[in-house]
């Protein structure tokens, strides 16, 4: 599957159990919520549903051999936010450390 899924409030309730269920069926999830202690705690739990080899084959998918932050994603929102990037429409901005290549 080679879905990305950004759930609002994914670090509790309803929000965590739907980034639980996407994580479930292999889909990239990207959670964004209030507070930063909650969605780490969240985080890691999605994470630890997972065998340690088959984070590392995700990990080893990306060029930079590192999981995405919550400053890669505030990094590239700000861009796009800013006079920089007011050419830029309708284009998709993937967020995963070069994991999409060559596909």
Known sequence: MNQVVLVSGGGTGI???TARQFARINAQVIIIGRRL?????AAEEIAGDFPDAQHKAKLAETMNGRAGTTE???NTVAWLASPEACHLTAQII????GAERGR
């Open 15 to 17: 929000g965590y159990g």
């Open 37 to 41: 202690a909650v969605l780490q705690r």
């Open 72 to 74: 890669d994603i505030a």
């Open 94 to 97: 993937q967020i995963n450390g």
